[in-house]
Every structure is written in structure tokens, then in C-alpha cells.
């Protein structure tokens, strides 16, 4: 059964010089016939209403940078199509500064229950080099009025290893952002990424990014002060305090089903992966012609399927659980990939307990070193064709 939805809205106010996601610039025209081409995708995709699902989550871009009527056609039709109060968590993303009293009560009333907005960093002259257009003093605002507002599961990204962050402004940035005792935090080590502002400066030798030993301490440091604070790890890169995980990034990283709908967007359904065309006209076009918009659909073999049981469920502190391994593949991960484990586990990178295979601290930060260990080789892959 699909128990989520991702539902992705391309818009921003300003793009950001670190962003490869779907986005485009806010122009209120395009942003109505976007939506009216969004509901007709979901519509084709799932007819009738009050749909039960587990977890919603509305990303971008940034959702909030529609106006006021845009933001409530949404929610109506979300409240339409989906039992929302039925719902365990639906999120939405804001950015500081970027929603107002009004837009506040908006998402209350329509039955948003998880925010995460993305503060990036708490230092105001790094924000700008980030290309924000918020300032920490909109991180206070916002964070003021999430709370006068009751929303009390509010996630607050960081990002480090920024160009010319030291350990020490780092530490910094995380004290401040923690001192607003929300209960749940990401954090994020910067990538560089094709097609973006900072790629091109980084192709031209202009930035300048922390060592990578100090990058690693900030990581460290990360780590300990979250455990210190009682907001345990429970994904790589994700802390919470008890009770307060994303549930909607766990159907990721547990490898299970979701629709994704918008420009851009990637859905997982049984036996296949679809991705959507990405430019907006083009989107818009197909949409609202068939409510079809799919670039292309990928077909999910047993090897994928087992590679990102692996890949996804060791992202987990808990790691990959020995017992739903075999439930659902009919045959033991410690078998199939024997040798590997033996090796990462000499090699200190990963640990097994005897309900579990899971990463070290080491192999947290060499996470894709361990991952690339469980591509199947032709010998495991007889392995798995014979189970």
C-alpha cells in the first residue's frame, strides 16, 4: 500500500547559490496555472477523495511564496482529496521570514501539523554570501510565531562546512539554533552541485571551502552537542527528541512506497520509479493535456530494490533490521553480502548485533565508501537469482 505523498511546489522569492532542486523564480500568473495543472495530475492519479494516507509533505522550493489565495487553493484541495485530520504528519516547507500572521493561521486551519524551514546558518553576513534573503532576526520572527501559533513539530535545517566557516562559527550557529529547544534538527554538510551559482565559482577556484579534517570535527561536534542536549541521532543527518522523527522521510529511508506529484517530482511505486518532466511550461503542458507529465518511468529489478534496502536503511542509526530484511526479500542480508560485511566491519566502518547491521560513527562519515560495497556483484547477484 502508498502511505505518502510528496507534492512539490517550484517557487521561490530568490534562488539560492547552493540549490539544485526544481525551482523557479515566483511569478503569480505561472504559480496559479501551475497549481490548477498540479490538481489535475492528482486527480488522474488518484480519483475520487479522502484519500487515507500516512504522511504529506509539501516542498519546493519554498510553498509559502505563493500569495495568500494561492496558499488556501492548495490546502482546500489537499483537504479534499486526502483525510488530512486522518493523517500522522503533514508537513509543509517555509522559509524564515516568509510567512506571516496570516499565512500562519492558513496552514493551522488546513491541518499542517510539521513545519521544517530552512535557517541554513545562524550568521547574517554567510547568509547572504548564500544567496538568502533572510536575516537571523526573520529566524526569531518566525520562530515566535510558529509557537504563538501552537505548532509545536517545527524542524530547523542547518548546513556547515560553508565557504569560510571556521569549527568555531559553526559551533556557534548551532548553539543559537538550538537555544530555540525545537524538537527536531537537520543538518547537512554543503555540496556543491552542477548548475548552481557555486558550482561555477568553485569551477573558477573562488570558493573556499572548510579542510575536509575540519569539516569532519564540525560533524563531531554536531553530534556531541546534540546527544548532550537530549536530541538523539536517528539518521544521518537528523536529530530529534523522542517521538519527534520526520515520519515522512522514514518511508525513504525505509524503502517503502510514495506518490510524488509537481514538476520535478520522483515517485516509487511497486515495481517502478517515475520522474517527472522537469521546466515549468513544459510541466504545465503536459499536465493539464492528461495529467500524465512523466518524463520517464524507471522499472525497479530485485538487485535495485535489495542495493537501496541497503543503501537507504543504513542512512538509519538503527541501521538495516536483520528480521524485515528477510521478511521482505525471502533471504538474510548477512548472507548475501557476506564478504562485505565482514570487510566494513574490520574495517571499522560498520557494526552487527544480532538483530541489526549498522554504520560506526566512522562510517558515518564515509558513508558513500560503505554504500558503493553493496552494488551487487555478478557473483552475489547468482547469489540473489538463486534465492
Same mark, same amino acid.
Given at each position: 500500500m502508498i502511505k505518502s505523498v510528496y507534492i512539490h511546489i517550484p517557487f521561490c522569492r530568490q534562488i539560492c547559490h547552493y540549490c539544485d532542486f526544481v525551482k523557479f523564480f515566483y511569478n503569480e500568473q505561472l504559480a496559479t496555472? %501551475?497549481?490548477e495543472a498540479l490538481q489535475t495530475e492528482i486527480n488522474v492519479s488518484l480519483p475520487g477523495k479522502n484519500h487515507k494516507m500516512k504522511t504529506i509533505y509539501i516542498g519546493g522550493g519554498t510553498p509559502t511564496a505563493l500569495?495568500?489565495?494561492?496558499?488556501?487553493?492548495?490546502?482546500?484541495?489537499?483537504?479534499?482529496?486526502?483525510?488530512?485530520?486522518?493523517?500522522?504528519e503533514v508537513s509543509i516547507e517555509v522559509n524564515p521570514g516568509d510567512i506571516d500572521e496570516e499565512k500562519t493561521r492558513l496552514l493551522k486551519y488546513y491541518g499542517i501539523s510539521r513545519i521544517s524551514f530552512g535557517v541554513q546558518v545562524m550568521d547574517d553576513i554567510m547568509l547572504e554570501q548564500l544567496g538568502r534573503i533572510h536575516r537571523v532576526n526573520d529566524v526569531y520572527d518566525t520562530v515566535g510565531l510558529l509557537k504563538k501559533h501552537d505548532f509545536n513539530n517545527v524542524s530547523l535545517d542547518l548546513i556547515y562546512a560553508l565557504p569560510n566557516?571556521?569549527?568555531?562559527?559553526?559551533?556557534d550557529s548551532l548553539q543559537e539554533a538550538l537555544?530555540?529547544?525545537?524538537?527536531? %534538527?537537520?543538518? %547537512?554538510?554543503l555540496q556543491i552541485e552542477p548548475k548552481t551559482v557555486f558550482y561555477q565559482k568553485h569551477k573558477k577556484g573562488q570558493l573556499h571551502r572548510p579542510a575536509e579534517d575540519d569539516e569532519v570535527t564540525m560533524y563531531e561536534i554536531l553530534k556531541d552537542t546534540m546527544k548532550s542536549k537530549g536530541i538523539h541521532q536517528y539518521e544521518i543527518s537528523n536529530f530529534a527528541k523522542p517521538g519527534y522523527e520526520s515520519k515522512h522521510n522514514l518511508t525513504y529511508w525505509s524503502n517503502d512506497f510514495y506518490y510524488g506529484f509537481g514538476a520535478g517530482a520522483h515517485g516509487y511505486l511497486p515495481g517502478k520509479?517515475?520522474?517527472? #518532466?522537469?521546466?515549468?511550461?513544459?510541466?504545465?503542458?503536459?499536465?493539464?493535456?492528461?495529467?500524465?507529465?512523466?518524463?520517464?518511468?524507471?522499472? #525497479?529489478?530485485?538487485?535495485?530494490?535489495?542495493?537501496e534496502e541497503m543503501f537507504l536503511g543504513l542512512r538509519?542509526?538503527?541501521?538495516?533490521?536483520?528480521?524485515?530484511?528477510q521478511s521482505r526479500f525471502g533471504f538474510r542480508a548477512e548472507e548475501l553480502y557476506k564478504k562485505e560485511v565482514e570487510e566494513l566491519i574490520n574495517n571499522g566502518?560498520?557494526?552487527?548485533?544480532?538483530?541489526? #547491521?549498522?554504520?560506526?560513527?566512522?562510517?558515518?562519515l564515509l558513508g558513500n565508501r560503505v554504500f558503493e560495497k553493496f552494488l551487487l556483484?555478478?557473483?552475489?547477484?547468482?547469489?540473489l537469482e538463486s534465492n
Amino acid at each position: 500500500m502508498i502511505k505518502s505523498v510528496y507534492i512539490h511546489i517550484p517557487f521561490c522569492r530568490q534562488i539560492c547559490h547552493y540549490c539544485d532542486f526544481v525551482k523557479f523564480f515566483y511569478n503569480e500568473q505561472l504559480a496559479t496555472e %501551475y497549481l490548477e495543472a498540479l490538481q489535475t495530475e492528482i486527480n488522474v492519479s488518484l480519483p475520487g477523495k479522502n484519500h487515507k494516507m500516512k504522511t504529506i509533505y509539501i516542498g519546493g522550493g519554498t510553498p509559502t511564496a505563493l500569495n495568500m489565495e494561492q496558499l488556501e487553493t492548495l490546502l482546500i484541495f489537499l483537504n479534499k482529496k486526502f483525510d488530512i485530520p486522518a493523517c500522522e504528519e503533514v508537513s509543509i516547507e517555509v522559509n524564515p521570514g516568509d510567512i506571516d500572521e496570516e499565512k500562519t493561521r492558513l496552514l493551522k486551519y488546513y491541518g499542517i501539523s510539521r513545519i521544517s524551514f530552512g535557517v541554513q546558518v545562524m550568521d547574517d553576513i554567510m547568509l547572504e554570501q548564500l544567496g538568502r534573503i533572510h536575516r537571523v532576526n526573520d529566524v526569531y520572527d518566525t520562530v515566535g510565531l510558529l509557537k504563538k501559533h501552537d505548532f509545536n513539530n517545527v524542524s530547523l535545517d542547518l548546513i556547515y562546512a560553508l565557504p569560510n566557516q571556521t569549527v568555531e562559527q559553526f559551533g556557534d550557529s548551532l548553539q543559537e539554533a538550538l537555544a530555540f529547544e525545537l524538537p527536531h %534538527y537537520s543538518t %547537512y554538510a554543503l555540496q556543491i552541485e552542477p548548475k548552481t551559482v557555486f558550482y561555477q565559482k568553485h569551477k573558477k577556484g573562488q570558493l573556499h571551502r572548510p579542510a575536509e579534517d575540519d569539516e569532519v570535527t564540525m560533524y563531531e561536534i554536531l553530534k556531541d552537542t546534540m546527544k548532550s542536549k537530549g536530541i538523539h541521532q536517528y539518521e544521518i543527518s537528523n536529530f530529534a527528541k523522542p517521538g519527534y522523527e520526520s515520519k515522512h522521510n522514514l518511508t525513504y529511508w525505509s524503502n517503502d512506497f510514495y506518490y510524488g506529484f509537481g514538476a520535478g517530482a520522483h515517485g516509487y511505486l511497486p515495481g517502478k520509479r517515475i520522474t517527472n #518532466i522537469r521546466p515549468l511550461p513544459a510541466y504545465v503542458s503536459q499536465a493539464s493535456k492528461n495529467g500524465k507529465p512523466v518524463l520517464q518511468v524507471d522499472p #525497479i529489478s530485485l538487485k535495485e530494490k535489495v542495493e537501496e534496502e541497503m543503501f537507504l536503511g543504513l542512512r538509519k542509526i538503527n541501521g538495516i533490521n536483520k528480521a524485515h530484511f528477510q521478511s521482505r526479500f525471502g533471504f538474510r542480508a548477512e548472507e548475501l553480502y557476506k564478504k562485505e560485511v565482514e570487510e566494513l566491519i574490520n574495517n571499522g566502518l560498520l557494526k552487527e548485533t544480532g538483530m541489526a #547491521i549498522q554504520l560506526t560513527d566512522k562510517g558515518m562519515l564515509l558513508g558513500n565508501r560503505v554504500f558503493e560495497k553493496f552494488l551487487l556483484d555478478d557473483q552475489n547477484e547468482m547469489l540473489l537469482e538463486s534465492n
